[in-house]
């Protein structure tokens, strides 16, 4: 508690540099506006998933989301940053790629939908000929965490925001979270809030929506976070979390806090082991996890991290192979029974797109 509110009276001594940078993305948002830096366009359906903040809003649970709806019907890749990776510049995923070189988050698409086309590249731009290129029958791209690379103009925006973090309650960086203009969500097609309470009220949502105030043909979507069966880590065993289980979070991802709340709901207790966001783990760290596990007294105990996590602890399947070690998947759960709303607006965004025959 006392070092959440050291952390803010931090931040708020930096606001000054807070006032630099909101200065600094309104020019170049305006440099955009003006077509003064163009943005370019490509002759096939662009999903965009994105926020306007730093941290967890549920933007890789979104793109498995899009991959699940649309991976039978058209020939969809996705194409993401591959934050924290060792490589540079464009990289396609294939049978011997590691986290390291194309970053987790892409590792854990392309574990989990191995048909899919996965690719790298910090310039979208670059990235997207180079794909088309090597997977000419690609026929919708879903473009991960790219809302603020203006540089190439998506047809569809989708924007999240976390419930518990409304872009509209925060403020810039380094005083707040904002890494984009507030204004900037007039750009989206679609905004979903994120991480609500699956108990919020149809009052409460109709709140948020008059603050958030759409634009004109702008939907609004509520989703919950949605576990998964927890499965181990090596040979994906499943198992159940109960009163009696003691657990070990090791988690490596920017708001652990959703998961803090399901353990405390549903296990006996548990401790964290906080790591920052997209951390390589180090053979120094797995020393520690297995020393704090090993000081747990309870007879049932295990380790939980997320998926994001384990993509990057798997490389010592070696050292685990005796662990207790468990992930939990998430995903997005819509509210208000607009699920099938929020996958037809998509369905008829590319259907749209492709009669049309648009460039």
Same mark, same amino acid.
């Given at each position: 508690?006392?070092?959440?509110?050291?952390?803010?009276?931090?931040?708020?001594?930096?606001?000054?540099?807070?006032?630099?940078?909101?200065?600094?993305?309104?020019?170049?948002?305006?440099?955009?506006?003006?077509?003064?830096?163009?943005?370019?366009?490509?002759?096939?359906?662009?999903?965009?998933?994105?926020?306007?903040?730093?941290?967890?809003?549920?933007?890789?649970?979104?793109? %498995?989301?899009?991959?699940?709806?649309?991976?039978?019907?058209?020939?969809?890749?996705?194409?993401?940053?591959?934050?924290?990776?060792?490589?540079?510049?464009?990289?396609?995923?294939?049978?011997?790629?590691?986290?390291?070189?194309?970053?987790?988050?892409?590792?854990?698409?392309?574990?989990?939908?191995?048909?899919?086309?996965?690719?790298?590249?910090? %310039?979208?731009?670059?990235?997207?000929?180079?794909?088309?290129?090597?997977?000419?029958?690609?026929?919708?791209?879903?473009?991960?965490?790219?809302?603020?690379?203006?540089?190439?103009?998506?047809?569809?925006?989708?924007?999240?925001?976390?419930?518990?973090?409304?872009?509209?309650?925060?403020?810039?960086?380094?005083?707040?979270?904002?890494?984009?203009?507030?204004?900037?969500?007039?750009?989206?097609?679609?905004?979903?809030?994120?991480?609500?309470?699956?108990?919020?009220?149809?009052?409460?949502?109709?709140?948020?929506?008059?603050?958030?105030?759409?634009?004109?043909?702008?939907?609004?979507?509520?989703?919950?976070?949605?576990?998964?069966?927890?499965?181990?880590?090596?040979?994906?065993?499943?198992?159940?979390?109960?009163?009696?289980?003691?657990?070990?979070?090791?988690?490596?991802?920017?708001?652990?806090?959703?998961?803090?709340?399901?353990?405390?709901?549903?296990?006996?207790?548990?401790?964290?082991?906080?790591?920052?966001?997209?951390?390589?783990?180090?053979?120094?760290?797995?020393?520690?996890?297995?020393?704090?596990?090993?000081?747990?007294?309870?007879?049932?105990?295990?380790?939980?991290?997320?998926?994001?996590?384990?993509?990057?602890?798997?490389?010592?399947?070696?050292?685990?192979?005796?662990?207790?070690?468990?992930?939990?998947?998430?995903?997005?759960?819509?509210?208000?029974?607009?699920?099938?709303?929020?996958?037809?607006?998509?369905?008829?965004?590319?259907?749209?797109?492709?009669?049309?025959?648009?460039?």
């Amino acid at each position: 508690m006392f070092s959440d509110f050291f952390l803010k009276s931090f931040r708020i001594l930096l606001l000054p540099f807070a006032f630099l940078y909101w200065l600094a993305i309104a020019v170049r948002n305006w440099l955009y506006d003006k077509n003064i830096f163009r943005s370019s366009s490509f002759g096939l359906p662009l999903i965009c998933v994105g926020n306007l903040s730093v941290g967890g809003t549920g933007k890789s649970p979104m793109v %498995e989301y899009f991959v699940r709806l649309l991976k039978n019907q058209f020939k969809v890749a996705t194409l993401s940053r591959g934050y924290k990776r060792k490589t540079k510049g464009y990289a396609l995923a294939g049978p011997a790629t590691t986290a390291l070189e194309i970053g987790d988050e892409p590792m854990q698409f392309h574990i989990k939908f191995p048909e899919v086309p996965v690719a790298v590249g910090e %310039e979208r731009l670059v990235a997207i000929p180079q794909l088309l290129h090597d997977r000419p029958e690609t026929e919708v791209i879903i473009l991960d965490d790219a809302f603020q690379h203006r540089s190439v103009k998506a047809g569809m925006n989708i924007l999240l925001t976390d419930y518990h973090n409304l872009f509209t309650r925060d403020f810039y960086l380094p005083t707040g979270d904002l890494r984009d203009l507030k204004s900037s969500y007039k750009r989206a097609q679609i905004i979903v809030v994120t991480k609500c309470n699956p108990s919020i009220t149809v009052d409460e949502k109709q709140k948020i929506i008059k603050e958030i105030n759409p634009q004109p043909g702008q939907q609004v979507f509520f989703t919950s976070i949605e576990y998964g069966e927890v499965y181990h880590i090596l040979d994906r065993k499943q198992t159940s979390l109960s009163e009696n289980t003691e657990v070990l979070l090791v988690s490596g991802i920017a708001n652990p806090r959703p998961l803090e709340r399901l353990l405390e709901k549903y296990c006996k207790s548990y401790h964290i082991m906080p790591y920052s966001d997209h951390h390589i783990f180090t053979i120094d760290d797995l020393k520690d996890i297995r020393k704090k596990f090993s000081n747990l007294e309870a007879e049932n105990k295990i380790i939980l991290t997320t998926e994001k996590d384990a993509v990057r602890l798997v490389k010592f399947n070696t050292e685990m192979a005796d662990w207790p070690i468990y992930v939990i998947p998430v995903r997005h759960h819509f509210l208000f029974g607009e699920g099938e709303v929020f996958n037809q607006s998509v369905i008829n965004y590319i259907q749209a797109f492709r009669k049309s025959g648009k460039k």
